[in-house]
């Protein structure tokens, strides 16, 4: 208890007087010096990972608040710091944060056998020049998650990188206030997804060669359900038409190759100011949860959706879906419109009367063969010029990368 | 200060077989390393055991046994609980006994029996005035010995069977990650309705506990299902001891939505028809965590039944499949009606 508000005290006030820093070296018991140093860290500490390569066999954990775990650069070259599970042999992921007020910096995670980084219920997290990588590219036997926090207040991930994650590059999942920024995320299924979370702002990412860009959505049946309040803007999105290697039964498994940004379930989304090119199914999809449910919180359909002035580059030539291609004949075009939706949406506005396609589907589980597709007028709603209000206390946080 | 402190040591050192011969007082448990702040480098300073090889209890510790145990990769275990003299424990109904402050629970891990038995590793959890501790303790290869493993190890054992188990000792936050709940270190064990009632009626026999509890639906004991025709009672007691450590709110896995514990009896929450959320890998291709009257189609089957880390389950503490426990829960969903 004690130790609990000297630590509290230690991050009020802004010079770590009393904190320490510890650096690990590479070689030797690496897997127990880190760890043991990891264990043995006070409040307000700092754990630095000297440049090289550090061999693990097990999961590495930190569950003391207000760590630092910081190395001399992600690499990809021996000057970084790089943590290799190549030989993992046990634990759900590489690194799990358990702990609240941790800041990880400058190091990389390569080929963990699970998710790379997760942080569970670890508020006021920082992820700052991170990578996880799988380095053989993308792979089902890959981890699911790259950057995983879950469970959190406060987030800030940001000037990261990702590449290979069988699931999620970036995924931020039933947390609150987050900030997701210039990362780059290659060759995932999703590079960034925000799941059953509000309040965030994904902003100035660049998602290339995934299966989808960005994709927002919310979930039934799991303890934090509700999602909204998403601001992805300035965005890069370009080119995500890798094909879907994600194991089925995850819900990732049904985004189609060539999604820049899906939006499934979510009320309170602004879609601004992002570059979206060459994704050949949609560079926007908008959809509902199609399973059966039995949650009574739940809502299955995207809601007060605002689409404003993004770049639109050529997609949707190539729409990879159940019917996609029949769907493109028809319509006589050589693209479908830049904007996709199940018919299912409510409340979608843009900044300017804009048309969209339309699966034409007229109740939530509906088979979608039962659609009647057709074009769409999306409404008008110029008013819409502000942004959504930022998550300050997720932002405050980058106070700590000087 | 030190110093004097050291001379006095060495005395006693020089002096010690005599004065033990002497005096023959029975060892006792050292309570201010249970109630302390310092994590003690060796087992021994816990005076747990009068013997060097921790096979000898201590007066004092109360061995129990659990009607259904965890499968450490099929390592044996003997338990022991302390409770400080004039204290006692009070029970919360048929869940988690509540030990007061300077208690401790202390598990060896073994595989062999009578003379071949070896230890492996001992942890214990102390009950200290801020909370839990979960510490780990490792053998030493003359099994004279038990120091500190903070971090961990990983060792290759083969068992008695023949099988090879490359073991894992958890490193302090590993404890931790199975002996957590909302975000705080508890036992996991002691629960009334999984205590052997021997146990019980020992404690109260100490004067440690008021009365026995009474555990209305009291958890199958393991080593008799061959003779239980209660499939989905060991299924379910099963599920609860070896899973519901994370998989309940506020445990480790609170965020999957699997909630396999002993009372849930929701069949979303306990897996049935319930789609993955972040299995990754480790849906292995199938929908649902449980399908009705399809072990094979079943994600829970899939994990439990392989090794592989990022798709094995639990996470932690095996090596190796338990065969027996994938055979009881796949009886289990092969009898729900599809």
Redesign the interface.
Request: charged share 25%; aromatic share 4%; proline share 6%.
């Given at each position: 208890?004690i130790r609990i508000t000297a630590a509290a005290l230690l991050l009020a006030t802004s010079g770590a007087a009393w904190a320490e820093t510890h650096t690990i070296q590479p070689g030797e018991g690496a897997?127990?010096?880190l760890?043991?140093a990891?264990?043995?860290a006070e409040p307000g500490d700092e754990i630095v990972l000297a440049a090289g390569r550090y061999a693990l066999?097990?999961?590495l954990?930190?569950?003391v608040d207000g760590v630092t775990l910081r190395g001399a650069g992600m690499g990809p070259g021996e000057a970084g710091s790089i943590l290799d599970f190549t030989a993992?042999?046990?634990?759900?992921e590489g690194l799990?944060v358990?702990s609240d007020n941790v800041t990880l910096r400058d190091f990389a995670v390569e080929n963990?056998?699970?998710?790379g980084i997760k942080s569970?219920?670890a508020d006021n997290i920082v992820y700052h020049a991170i990578r996880v990588e799988w380095t053989g590219g993308p792979k089902?036997?890959?981890?699911?998650?790259g950057i995983?926090p879950?469970?959190a207040s406060n987030v800030l991930v940001q000037d990261s990188y990702v590449r290979g994650a069988?699931?999620a590059g970036i995924?931020v999942?039933?947390s609150e206030n987050i900030v997701v920024r210039r990362n780059r995320v290659v060759e995932n299924v999703a590079g960034i997804e925000i799941e059953n979370s509000n309040n965030a702002e994904v902003t100035e990412n660049l998602a290339t060669r995934n299966t989808g860009g960005i994709l927002v959505f919310d979930?039934p049946?799991?303890?934090r359900v509700g999602g909204g309040d998403v601001l992805i803007a300035n965005n890069a999105v370009i080119d995500n038409n890798t094909d879907n290697f994600a194991?089925?039964?995850?819900?990732v498994a049904s985004v189609p190759a060539g999604t820049g940004i899906m939006v499934m379930a979510n009320t309170g989304v602004q879609i601004i100011d992002n570059a979206l090119i060459n994704n050949a199914t949609s560079h926007v999809i908008l959809i509902a949860y199609s399973?059966p449910y039995?949650d009574e919180r739940y809502q299955p359909v995207p809601q007060d959706v605002f689409i404003g002035d993004n770049i639109f580059g050529s997609g949707g030539y190539a729409p990879d879906f159940a019917g996609g291609a029949e769907l493109l004949k028809a319509t006589g075009l050589d693209a479908l419109p830049a904007i996709l939706t199940d018919g299912l949406h409510r409340n979608v506005t843009s900044s300017k009367a804009r048309r969209a396609m339309t699966l034409g589907l007229a109740s939530v589980g509906q088979p979608r063969t039962e659609g009647m597709p057709d074009f769409i007028e999306l409404a008008a709603a110029p008013a819409i010029t502000t942004r959504k209000q930022m998550p300050t206390a997720a932002k405050a946080l980058e106070a700590r990368i000087k | 200060m030190r110093r004097s402190a050291l001379v006095l040591a060495a005395a006693a050192c020089a002096f010690g077989g005599a004065i033990a011969a002497r005096s023959a007082a029975p060892p006792t448990v050292n309570d201010a390393a249970i109630a302390g702040e310092a994590m003690p480098r060796s087992l021994s300073e816990f005076g747990f055991f009068a013997d060097a090889g921790g096979r000898v209890p201590t007066d004092g510790l109360i061995e129990y046994a659990l009607n259904t145990p965890l499968y450490s990769d099929g390592a044996d275990k003997l338990r022991y609980v302390y409770v400080p003299d004039g204290l006692s424990v009070v029970s919360d109904g048929d869940g988690l006994l509540q030990f007061p402050v300077g208690s401790a629970i202390v598990k060896t891990f073994a595989f062999g029996t009578s003379a071949d038995q070896r230890f492996i590793e001992t942890r214990v959890l102390l009950h200290r005035a801020?909370g839990w501790v979960a510490l780990p303790y490792r053998w030493n290869e003359d099994q004279t010995q038990a120091t500190l493993a903070?971090?961990?190890?990983?060792l290759p054992i083969t068992r008695p069977d023949g099988v090879e188990v490359?073991y894992?000792i958890p490193?302090?936050?590993?404890c931790?990650?199975c002996h957590?709940k909302d975000?705080e270190v508890i036992p996991i064990g002691p629960k009334v309705r999984n205590l052997s009632p021997q146990f019980l009626v020992a404690l109260r026999e100490r004067g440690a506990l008021a009365t026995i509890p009474a555990a209305d639906r009291a958890m199958p004991v393991w080593g008799d299902r061959a003779g239980n025709p209660d499939t989905a009672s060991l299924a379910r007691g099963y599920l609860d001891v070896n899973c519901a450590h994370c998989h309940q709110?506020g445990g480790?896995a609170?965020?999957s939505?699997l909630d396999l514990r002993w009372e849930q009896d929701d069949p979303?929450a306990i897996g049935i028809l319930?789609?993955?959320?972040?299995?990754?890998?480790?849906?292995?291709?199938?929908?649902?965590s449980i399908a009705p009257g399809d072990p094979d189609a079943s994600?829970m089957v899939h994990r439990m039944s392989s090794t592989?880390?990022?798709i094995a389950m639990p996470?932690?503490s095996r090596?190796t499949n338990d065969e027996e426990g994938i055979a009881i829960v796949r009886k289990w969903i092969a009898g729900m009606q599809r």
């Open positions: 208890m897997q127990e010096r760890q043991e990891l264990i043995l066999t097990d999961g954990s930190v569950d993992q042999a046990g634990a759900g799990l358990t963990a056998k699970g998710d569970k219920g089902a036997t890959n981890g699911a998650y995983y879950v469970e069988s699931d995924y999942g039933q979930l049946g799991l303890p194991p089925e039964g995850n819900i399973q039995t | 801020d903070l971090a961990g190890a990983r490359n894992r490193n302090k936050n590993e931790k990650t957590s975000g709110p480790m609170s965020n939505g979303h319930k789609p993955p959320v972040a299995a990754g890998r480790g849906a292995g291709g199938h929908r649902v994600i592989e880390p990022g996470e932690l090596s």
